[in-house]
């Protein structure tokens, strides 16, 4: 008879628990006994025992649960005795009483679970968090900001949920605090946190309506609901536990070194939304909460007897955590590696045709942290060219280069972003200015004569240009380098020695030109039909291409092939050897051309310019 799925999985689960149940009594962690076996009244399986260690200070007796997901979920380890709670690197009780918090092995190592771990693994990695436990170390393992979750339910607000974006959080107050208005959007869903400082609030309403559009499209300010309020700056992430009441809040910056009357001002001020600003490994943080405060008859009371009576009148108004969206450069590249973001940030780029190459190279830019980009395409957005374009059906109508600013915006609202419905070869002094300010020209025209007319524009000014297209159905990709003065040959030296009989890069075939072209339903206008997985591939060629220029990086070719995918059988049998191969990059160094007109006309602007 045929086993079901959930049949092998039981099987599996049974030999992974027999396994730990012979490995136990062979640790050299303690003494362990089940005190719980997979049963009717359900699959966990439990584990008691007490760790001793000589890197230990106590003993520790701890439970592990084997749950309903073991193997393929590690188990979890609670510490009952001493009970600890709410520690880093440990799951939050959140108030239940049977059962602390599971802890989370991390301190040196990731809590990653490979299925083929043991128990002796699991002890293994709880005396070490043991250890930070007692030397006081945890809260400085490596940890992201997780403070959140040690709030209880009870304590979190669903919403709105404040997004913080850097260009409304500036702030030159002296004193670390100020005052912060929350502005939640019409829906009650979202709201943005804007601190009164650097920003003007006119000017914040202009950035607001800008992120709207970005973010939360659809979505509007409220004018009523307002929240205002204050926040401060703390040199440290808040200790545990976390405050849950007026009262902790007030404890909480007393105890950061802030001057009590600092602190009974706030009562007395009574905001409707306080937040706190701290650093942590991954930035800046912010929490930011609602609650009530209260300050009471002070004729009277003396100085110290005061400050008690304030903590406790405060101790009945809970402290409420709004739940928020860090959006700014910081966060959006953080996960990015190999490139230095910073430098990026300060880069430009011109890329000129915004269409099936263009687009994606556009995207990966930005995304890999381009600061600046000007883009230029004259053509709009038709129903043929979603299937290979990174803009979809939401663009139709609109041109391809402001589409696709609007698209990269979302990928990073803090870049500096320009898109021009433009005809290049009509505008020959726009063009000229755009290439002089650019640090890289990237050109996915994929049309020789307007190729060449950048060329002329990139020589005169010296400028670098990573010339991009496709052939053979996007099955083979072409970039050309121009970059003055280690690879001096121009888009004209290349297209007169691909021509000449001394090439050595391999000729493509010429196909006819009703193979090649396709007619646009929609429109009428000709295509060169191809997949969106050929283009991809050559464009993230070209961006990666794009980017080793951008970081100065040497390269001795300036001419490659990007072969895609497989050729059938019969298929273009001119092409040979290992050019025939899929998925391959084929290097080239195209000499410059001493007939070159282009590049002569070049010498002689520069040689005036010089004279001059």
């Not at 990026?344 to 980009?373: P, Y």
């Not at 979302?410 to 021009?420: D, S, T, V, W, Y």
């Not at 980017?547 to 490659?560: C, D, G, H, K, V």
Request: proline content about 6%.
């Amino acid at each position: 008879m045929r086993c079901s799925f959930r049949q092998k999985l039981t099987a599996l689960r049974e030999a992974y628990l027999a396994q730990e149940e012979a490995l136990y009594p062979t640790l050299s962690y303690g003494t362990f006994k089940r005190v719980k076996d997979w049963n009717d009244k359900g699959p966990t399986v439990i584990w008691e025992g007490t760790i001793f260690s000589p890197e230990l200070s106590g003993l520790y007796k701890v439970q592990i649960y084997y749950g309903k997901t073991y193997p393929f979920k590690r188990p979890s380890v609670y510490p009952l005795d001493p009970r600890i709670e709410n520690q880093r690197h440990q799951e939050p009780t959140k108030g239940r009483t049977d059962l602390p918090g599971g802890l989370c092995l991390l301190p040196h190592n990731p809590d990653r679970w490979v299925v083929g771990l043991t128990c002796s693994d699991l002890l293994e990695r709880a005396v070490l968090w043991f250890k930070a436990y007692e030397n006081g170390t945890l809260d400085y393992e490596f940890a992201p900001p997780e403070i959140e979750r040690f709030f209880p339910a009870t304590n979190q607000l669903a919403a709105p949920r404040i997004i913080l974006v850097d260009s409304l959080l500036k702030s030159n107050a002296p004193d670390r605090t100020g005052g912060c208005l929350v502005m939640p959007t019409r829906s009650g869903k979202f709201g943005f946190l804007y601190v009164f400082g650097e920003t003007e609030t006119n000017a914040a309403i202009e950035e607001l309506t800008r992120l709207l559009g970005l973010i939360l499209p659809g979505e509007s300010l409220s004018k009523d609901g307002w929240l205002a309020g204050d926040w401060f700056e703390l040199d440290h992430e808040p200790p545990m536990p976390v405050p849950l009441n007026s009262a902790d809040f007030l404890k909480l910056l007393s105890d950061s070194g802030r001057d009590i009357a600092e602190v009974q001002s706030l009562a007395r001020k009574k905001p409707q939304v306080v937040a706190l600003r701290y650093p942590t490994p991954a930035g800046l943080h912010w929490l930011i909460f609602q609650s009530k405060f209260i300050f009471p008859e002070r004729a009277g009371v003396r100085k110290k007897s005061f400050a008690l009576k304030l903590r406790e009148v405060n101790k009945g108004h809970a402290l409420k955590l709004h739940g928020a969206y860090h959006i700014n450069r910081e966060t959006i590249f953080r996960r990015v590696s190999g490139y230095d973001v910073e430098k990026l940030a300060n880069k430009s780029c011109l890329l000129l045709g915004c269409g099936s190459i263009g687009s994606r190279v556009a995207e990966l830019l930005i995304r890999s942290g381009i600061g600046t980009m000007v883009l230029v395409d004259k053509e709009e957005m038709r129903a043929g060219n979603v299937c290979r374009h990174v803009l979809g059906l939401d663009y139709i109508g609109q041109n391809k280069a402001q589409g696709l600013k609007q698209f990269l915006h979302k990928r990073n609202p803090e870049a500096k972003i320009a898109g021009f419905a433009s005809d290049i070869l009509s505008e020959p002094e726009t063009l000229s200015e755009m290439v002089r300010v650019a640090d890289l020209v990237v050109s996915c025209l994929g049309n020789d004569a307007a190729e060449l007319f950048v060329s002329s524009a990139s020589l005169a000014n010296d400028k670098t240009v990573l010339f991009c297209r496709s052939y053979l159905q996007g099955r083979v990709g072409q970039i050309f380098l121009f970059q003055p003065p280690a690879h001096h040959s121009c888009f004209d030296c290349a297209s007169l020695y691909l021509e000449s009989p001394d090439c050595t890069v391999p000729r493509l075939p010429e196909v006819p030109y009703e193979e090649m072209v396709g007619l646009d339903a929609d429109c009428g206008a000709a295509f060169l039909p191809a997949s969106a997985i050929d283009l991809d591939l050559i464009s993230l060629h070209a961006a990666r291409m794009a980017l080793s220029i951008f970081q100065n990086e040497e390269t001795i070719a300036n001419y490659w092939l990007i072969r895609g995918r497989d050729f059938l059988p019969g298929e273009y049998p001119e092409i040979k050897g290992d050019f025939r191969n899929a998925f391959t990059q084929h290097p080239y160094k195209i000499p410059q051309n001493a007939e070159c007109r282009t590049c002569r006309l070049g010498l002689d602007l520069n040689a005036k310019k010089t004279m001059a």
